[in-house]
């Protein structure tokens, strides 16, 4: 039986879905993007009346997911709480965690772990080495995959076909002069890394910044994401990225993938 669509779905039948609640959600993404923000500025961004980003946003503060200041709203630690809670569901949070911040510390750089969820590489944990760099990837951080070696890692363990949806997807956007953005020249490289067991990007996200990176597998032979480690090209090139870095990195994703087959 067809069902006519609702108004709220935004006329569709075959995915339903709420208008209101892609409102919210406008709001809420366009207030990360402002750093906070007030009613008018809101509007302005997403199009919406005054009216309507006043009703959501008094919502949003009713449930603690939106505070305000003056006349200025930011979002709440709500997010935070259900941020911690989503993370610490993923497998072997606790020991990924603990490996992470030992990888930051034997190498010296910035290190971090990746997973894929909806074609995207997110970041679950960052941790600084001493000599560590800012970038711009934070906890939660969602990135193409191409164009980390995380996500290069991730995506030499998928199957071709989940590869291929992917890129249908997403495409191959460039951020860089190196990005890679021609689909045969990324799965000669995803062999490539099949082969190795570990991945690298030369400044193919952000200009002068190396990274090499190894996969971490499931008991079932899955991929669950993968470790990185990243750093100006003057401290990363040569020996620390080609021998020193991948020694530790292999040694640290054994590990882990040890203690949660054993869990």
Same mark, same amino acid.
């Given at each position: 039986?067809?069902?006519?669509?609702d108004?709220?779905?935004g006329?569709?039948?075959?995915?339903?879905?709420i208008?209101?609640?892609?409102?919210?959600?406008?709001i809420v993404?366009?207030l990360t993007?402002?750093?906070?923000a007030?009613?008018t500025?809101?509007?302005d961004r997403?199009?919406?009346?005054?009216?309507?980003v006043?009703?959501h946003?008094a919502t949003l503060?009713?449930?603690g997911y939106v505070?305000k200041?003056?006349?200025?709203?930011?979002?709440?630690?709500?997010?935070l709480? =259900?941020?911690g809670?989503v993370?610490?569901q993923? *497998?072997?949070a $606790?020991i990924i +965690?603990?490996?992470?911040q030992?990888?930051? %510390?034997?190498t010296g750089?910035?290190?971090?772990?990746?997973t894929e969820?909806?074609g995207?590489?997110?970041?679950?944990?960052?941790?600084d080495?001493?000599?560590?760099?800012?970038?711009?990837?934070?906890t939660?951080?969602r990135?193409?995959?191409?164009?980390?070696?995380?996500?290069?890692?991730?995506?030499?363990?998928?199957?071709?076909e989940?590869?291929?949806?992917?890129?249908e997807?997403?495409? =191959?956007?460039?951020?860089?002069?190196?990005?890679? *953005?021609?689909? $045969?020249?990324l +799965?000669?490289?995803?062999e490539e890394?099949? %082969?190795n067991?570990?991945?690298?990007?030369?400044?193919?996200?952000?200009?002068g910044?190396?990274?090499?990176?190894?996969?971490?597998?499931?008991p079932?032979?899955t991929v669950?994401?993968?470790?990185?480690v990243?750093?100006?090209s003057h401290?990363?090139?040569?020996?620390p990225?080609d021998?020193?870095?991948p020694?530790?990195?292999?040694?640290?994703?054994?590990?882990?993938?040890?203690?949660?087959?054993?869990s």
């Amino acid at each position: 039986m067809t069902t006519g669509s609702d108004p709220e779905d935004g006329g569709s039948s075959s995915q339903s879905r709420i208008k209101s609640l892609d409102t919210t959600f406008t709001i809420v993404e366009s207030l990360t993007d402002l750093d906070g923000a007030r009613v008018t500025e809101l509007a302005d961004r997403t199009g919406l009346s005054k009216s309507t980003v006043h009703k959501h946003l008094a919502t949003l503060v009713a449930h603690g997911y939106v505070v305000k200041e003056g006349e200025e709203y930011r979002l709440g630690f709500r997010f935070l709480d =259900l941020g911690g809670y989503v993370r610490a569901q993923f *497998t072997g949070a $606790d020991i990924i +965690k603990s490996k992470i911040q030992e990888l930051a %510390e034997k190498t010296g750089e910035v290190a971090q772990y990746m997973t894929e969820e909806n074609g995207e590489a997110v970041v679950l944990y960052r941790e600084d080495g001493h000599h560590g760099v800012p970038s711009r990837t934070r906890t939660g951080k969602r990135m193409y995959l191409h164009q980390v070696a995380s996500g290069k890692a991730i995506l030499a363990q998928l199957p071709e076909e989940r590869v291929d949806e992917i890129l249908e997807r997403h495409g =191959l956007p460039r951020a860089t002069d190196t990005t890679i *953005t021609d689909p $045969d020249e990324l +799965k000669a490289e995803l062999e490539e890394i099949r %082969e190795n067991g570990v991945a690298y990007s030369y400044g193919e996200s952000t200009k002068g910044l190396y990274a090499v990176a190894a996969p971490m597998m499931a008991p079932d032979e899955t991929v669950l994401g993968a470790c990185v480690v990243s750093g100006p090209s003057h401290r990363m090139a040569g020996e620390p990225m080609d021998e020193e870095i991948p020694e530790i990195l292999l040694s640290i994703v054994n590990e882990v993938e040890l203690n949660i087959a054993h869990s």
